[in-house]
């Protein structure tokens, strides 16, 4: 199964600051078929960004995605409050789907 | 509005089974599939396996192979998820998700909200 790591595991910053998050898979995702989610206490995982690099809809444009092969980033341009959550990136293209272990965004 | 609504939470003895209830509105069912994702507490998320919501075709983790089976009621557009023969380490939030088209290859959206199974003796 392809293994999914992210870093780094938190990530402390302060509102305004631009996050960048990186997922590397051990071999190759198949048509850049990586998805990022973003979860918050208690709530349910929400879709952030699919085929590594388009938004979902309703997502804000401070929210993207980039790379190919085994290496992925997201990158929220300017943090707002909202956005200190965990991450998570997946990839659907070989099974079984698999998670990265996530990276905390917290309040510096 | 696109919705998946879960069942509610479930205590459970170990060597017990659960099902799990997600029912789908607000799309057409038959056009997505449905994949089931646990969290234990604290932790990360974990794919289970996937069922297709216009034919009965289902792709299982290889750990749930035996354990789990998934199943959907297109009369009622709900998905179902039975996990068998529960140990303490099925103690998690299980989650179902939509999954667009026909193949388990893709993305997760939207998400139900989740139902707390707890394995305790």
Redesign the interface.
């Given at each position: 199964e392809i293994v999914l790591t992210q870093s780094p595991g938190t990530l402390s910053l302060s509102p305004g600051e631009r996050a960048t998050l990186s997922c590397r898979a051990s071999q190759s995702v198949s048509s850049s078929?990586l998805?990022w989610?973003q979860q918050k206490p208690g709530q349910?995982?929400?879709?952030l960004i699919?085929?590594a690099s388009s938004r979902?809809t309703g997502i804000p444009d401070r929210f993207s995605g980039s790379g190919s092969g085994t290496d992925f980033t997201l990158t929220v341009s300017r943090l707002e409050p909202e956005d200190f959550a965990v991450y998570?990136c997946?990839q659907?293209?070989t099974?079984?789907?698999?998670?990265?272990?996530?990276t905390k965004v917290e309040i510096k | 509005q696109v919705q998946l609504v879960q069942s509610g939470a479930e205590v459970k003895k170990p060597g017990a089974s659960v099902k799990v209830s997600c029912k789908a509105s607000g799309y057409t069912f038959n056009n997505y599939g449905i994949?089931w994702?646990r969290q234990a507490p604290g932790q990360?998320?974990?794919?289970m396996g996937?069922i297709s919501g216009y034919n009965v075709n289902t792709?299982y983790?290889?750990r749930f192979q035996g354990r789990v089976t998934m199943t959907t009621d297109t009369s009622t557009s709900t998905a179902y998820m039975e996990l068998r023969s529960l140990t303490s380490a099925d103690t998690a939030v299980y989650?179902c998700a939509r999954v667009p088209g026909a193949i388990?290859?893709?993305?997760?959206?939207?998400?139900?909200?989740?139902t707390l199974v707890t394995v305790s003796s």
């Open positions: 078929y998805a989610y349910a995982p929400r879709l699919y085929g979902a998570y997946q659907y293209g099974s079984p789907l698999t998670f990265g272990g996530g | 994949s994702v990360g998320l974990e794919w996937w792709n983790a290889q989650y388990t290859a893709n993305w997760f959206d939207p998400w139900g909200q989740g």
